[in-house]
């Protein structure tokens, strides 16, 4: 028996070892193709012409060399032409894992292609996500935590914690935001800033309230103090005193049921009950009485500061000068000819070359590289509890013709570069702030004023710099506002404000200054002040300044862009500050 | 009559005035009006930018057509008076020089167009020179006045094929036969194959019309 054993004991070894050596084989094999799995959208939809989320699920990759990613969209059909947009966001992936960044959608009728680039440039996995189904036309609203009854038939389903987007503008498509579940504290700080952009959060509190209760949610709450309502037919209601800028929309039983008030351009609704706790007639009620979101536009402002700018082109005294010039020299020249041919060929000569050269000169000063006109407003936003919103409006003109990018008009574009991984300064740049700098391939009013080829991605660039510091108290101590301006950026000018009240200041110097209140003017008298292509009464409709402190800044500089070369752009910054009151606020 | 083949004299500087005069006012009208951006946005009409190069062209052709005209009554003959006409065109361009390098500003960015765009002008102006001495000549021997002839071949080649290129179903290309057309094509950066086209063009003429000199030459001297 035992030689038997023995006998078979080295074949079966043998054959065991066969049979595993294949299968290790197949699985190593295996294990070196990666996958992606690619979700793009919130809910499961996207708006065209909106930012929507991407998480892309990398796994199987080794770790090695860090690898990109290459998102793909195609524009329009073989009918009416196609073109390719090619986005490569500042991800590197050096392991498996969950990576998140934020694109503008141009069509979803084609599908997008998310491909893993390897450090040496070749293509390691693709996925492509058919976007077709997923497509709205118009801004949705999004629940995070379930309600009871649907808010539409076309509500996407809840999205998770996992679905919550970590930049503000990849909420972009949400007209309203409806929470109703506590999300992961982390996330306060993008639906904070999507909030004071111009998106409406609509927070179903109640007995739920404090699940989610902390600093931030206190600050963006409509009401001070919040407490839980004790007694007959308060149970379970949140309570407090609203605060001066909320508006009690509905109530329920003669108590406050909906409040709303204005958060930076956006706005906040508080439901003061649960979730569960709500009719569906309340439900309807209060979706038809939240305001959609906004986006924050700048367009007309942007516009009206590209007209200011001057055209570059010779005067029309040089002009006549140079014509009047020429013919006395010719007069000179053919006088002195009946005298002498010879000084009269000298004469000419002379003065004819004189004139050709301060032409070239004069012309050299004032001749224009391209005939395009560019203008970008930057806003940054600075609220009371720390957050930093920049947002970008572009606007270009071609003689005769205004032309605007709506992608980016109102929302930062997207961090396009060629080489992140190698791009030192590339990859330290957030992934906001950039604008196309090749106007010709630029999208216009949602059609497409030119080709756009895979080399588009060279034609962005990011322009951000670090986020100034700034920051805004009133002291009612000493009535007076006190501005720390902590960067490096020059502001020009700009206007302090407290509830409606203030007064303009001509240079802001860097650190900390003291602004008595002393000699103010309303809102509305500093905008008569003003010219009209001030910034004021366009940020006075985007921004509650008669309610708090503000500072409005702005700064305009010619912005140094390499190319196109000759290229007439003026950048202005503009920076929005939410101040706060010393004491309890 | 100008007996002179002389840039400065008589009613040669005449010719070279009108030319200035033409291309000063048709720079003026080029500029644009507007100061500032929102005078471009705002709907308006301005003279487009290409009137001087329209007119530059169109000016210097007449110039060389006068000249030539004027060459058949010169104390010169024979080659010497082709080359005068050959050096009174070049100094009409010498005197328009300072007048294009300001028309840079016109072309925003693309000034190196400007070079094709001289020596077209220069050959047209030749061109034209040539046929309108050939005509006087012819004339001259019939004893009749070739005022009329000389510019109705003028009109012809300058008008006609600008106008045949605007009918349907006419190639484009066409434009490039007339001075006009061609000097506004090039400066809306005409292709490689345009500019062969109008290069080919006036330098057959050109040819076409030295060779008739010749003959004439030769029986002249045959005679």
């Not at chain 1, 028996?1 to 050596?21: D, K, W």
Request: one cysteine or more.
């Amino acid at each position: 028996m035992m030689a038997i054993g023995r006998n078979l004991y080295l074949p079966v070894v043998a054959g065991v070892l066969a049979l595993l050596f294949p299968m290790a084989l197949c699985s190593r094999t295996t294990a070196a193709v990666p996958t992606l799995e690619v979700q793009i959208g919130l809910g499961g939809h996207v708006v065209p012409e909106r930012y929507a989320p991407v998480r892309v699920r990398v796994q199987g990759y080794e770790a090695g060399s860090p690898a990109t990613l290459r998102i793909t969209q195609t524009l329009g059909n073989p009918w009416r032409g196609t073109a390719t947009i090619v986005q490569e966001p500042s991800v590197l992936i050096a392991v498996d894992g969950i990576y998140r960044t934020t694109i503008p959608i141009y069509d979803p009728l084609n599908p997008v292609f998310v491909t893993l680039i390897g450090a040496d440039g070749s293509m390691l996995a693709e996925h492509a996500v058919d976007l077709h189904s997923a497509r709205r036309l118009d801004p949705f609203p999004l629940t995070y935590g379930i309600l009871p009854y649907s808010l539409s038939q076309d509500t996407p389903p809840p999205v998770n914690t996992t679905e919550l987007p970590i930049d503000w503008w990849a909420l972009d498509a949400v007209e309203s935001l409806w929470i109703s579940n506590a999300p992961p504290q982390n996330a306060w700080s993008t639906i904070s800033q999507w909030a004071f952009a111009g998106g409406t959060l609509v927070l179903l509190t109640g007995s739920d309230f404090f699940r989610f209760d902390s600093p931030v949610v206190r600050r963006l709450l409509p009401l001070h103090n919040p407490i839980l309502g004790t007694g007959s037919g308060l149970t379970g209601q949140l309570l407090g005193a609203p605060t001066e800028d909320s508006r009690t929309i509905l109530r329920r039983d003669g108590v406050p049921l909906l409040l709303i008030r204005r958060h930076g351009a956006g706005h906040i609704a508080l439901v003061t009950v649960r979730a569960n706790d709500l009719t569906r007639d309340e439900i309807e009620m209060i979706a038809n009485s939240v305001p959609h979101s906004t986006k924050l536009n700048l367009v007309d402002l942007t516009e009206a500061g590209l007209g200011t700018l001057r055209v570059i082109r010779p005067g029309y005294p040089a002009t006549s000068l140079l014509s009047v010039g020429c013919l006395i020299a010719l007069g000179v020249s053919a006088a002195i000819w009946r005298r002498s041919r010879g000084a009269a060929t000298l004469v000419v000569a002379v003065l004819f070359v004189l004139a050709a050269v301060l032409s070239g000169l004069y012309i050299n000063r004032t001749i224009p590289e391209n005939s395009l006109y560019g203008f970008n407003t930057r806003l940054c936003l600075y609220t009371s509890f720390g957050s930093d919103i920049d947002t970008f409006s572009f606007v270009y003109t071609h003689p005769s013709e205004l032309i605007h990018v709506s992608i980016g008009e109102s929302i930062p574009a997207q961090v396009l570069t060629t080489a992140p991984q190698s791009d030192p300064v590339a990859s330290l740049m957030p992934t906001s702030q950039a604008f196309p700098t090749q106007f010709e391939h630029a999208v216009s009013d949602g059609v497409l004023s030119a080709p756009i080829t895979a080399d588009t991605r060279k034609t962005f660039i990011s322009c951000r710099e670090s986020a100034p510091l700034l920051s805004l108290l009133y002291d009612s101590d000493s009535d007076s506002l006190v501005l720390n301006q902590g960067s490096g950026t020059v502001i020009d000018s700009g206007w302090l404000i407290l509830d409606g009240f203030g007064f303009h200041v001509s240079s802001i110097p860097h650190g900390t200054t003291v602004y008595p209140l002393g000699d103010v003017l309303s809102v509305r008298q500093l905008i008569d002040a003003e010219n009209a292509t001030s910034v004021l009464p366009r940020l006075s409709d985007l921004f509650p300044l008669d309610t708090g402190a503000w500072f409005i800044g702005q700064s305009t500089t010619w912005s140094p862009l390499d190319e196109p070369e000759g290229q007439k752009v003026r950048l202005a910054t503009l920076h929005v500050v939410e101040g706060v009151r010393s004491g309890p606020f | 009559m100008d007996h002179s083949s002389a840039p400065l004299s008589g009613y040669a500087v005449q010719g070279y005035y009108v030319l200035l005069v033409a291309c000063g006012s048709a720079l003026l009208f080029s500029i644009p009006h507007a100061s500032r951006v929102t005078d471009l946005i705002r709907p308006h009409w301005d003279p487009p930018s290409s009137v001087f190069f329209a007119v530059y062209g169109v000016m210097t052709a007449l110039l060389g057509l006068a000249r030539g005209s004027a060459a058949a009554s010169w104390d010169t003959a024979g080659w010497r008076t082709v080359g005068s006409l050959l050096g009174l065109v070049l100094f009409g361009q010498f005197l328009v020089l300072p007048h294009l390098l300001f028309s840079r500003a016109l072309l925003a960015g693309r000034d190196t167009i400007l070079l094709p765009l001289i020596a077209y002008v220069t050959l047209t102006a030749f061109m034209f020179s040539l046929i309108a001495l050939r005509l006087e000549l012819r004339a001259a021997a019939r004893n009749t006045r070739p005022f009329i002839l000389q510019h109705a071949v003028f009109a012809l080649f300058v008008i006609v094929p600008w106008i045949l290129s605007l009918v349907e179903h006419v190639p484009h290309i066409v434009a490039f036969l007339s001075p006009v057309g061609a000097a506004l094509g090039m400066i809306h950066s005409a292709s490689a194959m345009e500019h062969v086209v109008a290069f080919a063009f006036v330098g057959s003429v050109v040819v076409l019309q030295l060779i008739g000199i010749q003959r004439s030459i030769r029986r002249t001297h045959a005679i």
